[in-house]
Each structure stands twice: as C-alpha cells, then as structure tokens.
T-cell receptor, first 116, second 112 residues
Framework: GAGVSQSPSNKVTEKGKDVELRCDPI?????LYWYRQSLGQGLEFLIY????????KSGLPSDRFSAERTGGSVSTLTIQRTQQEDSAVYLC??????????????FGEGSRLTVL | DAKTTQPPSMDCAEGRAANLPCNHS???????VYWYRQIHSQGPQYIIH???NNETNEMASLIITEDRKSSTLILPHATLRDTAVYYC?????????????FGQGTTLQVKP
C-alpha cells in the first residue's frame, strides 16, 4: 500500500486478555518501530526492527509485551494478560534506505487499545 | 543517548512566524537533529532534519547553532492548521541506524 497500515484501528478488551496489533509497512522499508502513546503523553519507544538484525527490545515495558516481524515485512505486537495501564495508542512507523541520515519515519494512524 | 529539552507550550498569532526552540547540549558529532509534529489524533509527521547546516524545505526552516547545542524550527507563516505538538529529537546512532526517541515536545497553539 501507499502508507503504513495498522489494524485494528480500535480494540476494546477485558483485563487479562491477550491482544495482537498488526502493522503493514510501506513496501521495501527495512526499519520498523513500535511506539506507545498514552493519553496526553509523548511517544514511548517500544521496539525497533532493522532488516535481519536482532531487534532492539529495550523499550518493552514488561515481559507481557513481545513483537515479531515475519519475512522482514509485517509486524505483530502482542500484549499478554492486558492491564488497564496498557490502554494507549500503539503507533507503528517505518523508514527506508539505510543511510547515515535516514530517519524520516512514516507513521501509521495507530491502534487505540482500551483495556476495561 | 543525547536528550532534548523543549518548552512545553507556545502560542503564535496566525500569519506570524513560529519559532520553536530546542536544546540538545549533549549531542554527538554524528547525530542529526530531527523535527516531527503530531496533529491531534494523527500519527506524527516528519518535518525536517539537519546535521550542522541550516536547512529549509516547503514546510519549515531549521537553524542549528554553530556549536550544535541548540536549534530552532521556524514556521514562516503559521496557520491554524499548524497547531500541533512539535517534537525535536536527536537520532541515536549505532552503526548507521538507530532508534528515534521522542520527548514531550512543544504544544504550539496558533491563534487567529
């Protein structure tokens, strides 16, 4: 597609349930990021994938959070045993050519997660 | 990782220039300064980036001080649609890639 696509756009779940959020990057973009944005807050880095390198997971808040990227394309962020504090907008972003000044991220519209 | 400091909020009159400051006093020599903005309920949007020279594009100008410890994003003729949160970030470089860490940003309110 023309842009970064995320699904679902909205997800309401009950505390303790698992959720999966999906990100379809722009074709050919090798770098993919997940960020979280709680209401009224800035963007919190979660995880970063670059090509075939090991992902940078330093931002994942707990072991309930995991992410994978299959075939270097689609990525799935999984939150197990959701808690109310997990409620936020989860944003996916990608960028393309790996060069020194690369950093123009293209963001999706986000997946809004509400944990009741 | 270099950190950035921005004022939490600013106002600007419609049609006037908006000058948004950013301090990044611990920036390293190979780190770039990036600016993004986030309009309410949308994903962030790239504006501009630079290393040491001033940069200009169709959206804005970026002025970086000679010592690179601070920069200013200039929106030359602000409109109501420029009301947004503006993020100044410094790219953490490992090899030739690196994650982008966003701070709290500056909420710019353009007023009629």
């Amino acid at each position: 597609g023309a842009g970064v696509s995320q699904s679902p756009s909205n997800k309401v779940t009950e505390k303790g349930k698992d959720v999966e959020l999906r990100c379809d990057p722009i074709s050919g973009h090798t770098a993919l990021y997940w960020y979280r944005q709680s209401l009224g807050q800035g963007l919190e880095f979660l995880i970063y994938f670059q090509g075939n390198s090991a992902p940078d997971k330093s931002g994942l808040p707990s072991d309930r959070f995991s992410a994978e990227r299959t075939g270097g394309s689609v990525s799935t962020l999984t939150i197990q045993r959701t808690q109310q504090e997990d409620s936020a907008v989860y944003l996916c972003a990608t960028h393309g050519v790996q060069r020194e000044s690369a950093g123009e991220l293209f963001f999706g519209e986000g997946s809004r997660l509400t944990v009741l | 990782d270099a950190k950035t400091t921005q004022p939490p909020s600013m106002d600007c009159a419609e049609g006037r220039a908006a000058n948004l400051p950013c301090n990044h006093s611990t920036i390293s020599g190979n780190e770039y300064v990036y600016w993004y903005r986030q309009i309410h309920s949308q994903g962030p949007q790239y504006i501009i980036h630079g290393l040491k020279n001033n940069e200009t594009n169709e959206m804005a100008s970026l002025i970086i001080t000679e010592d690179r410890k601070s920069s200013t994003l200039i929106l030359p003729h602000a409109t109501l649609r420029d009301t947004a949160v503006y993020y100044c970030i410094v790219r953490v470089a490992r090899s030739n890639t690196g994650k982008l860490i966003f701070g709290q940003g500056t909420t710019l309110q353009v007023k009629p």
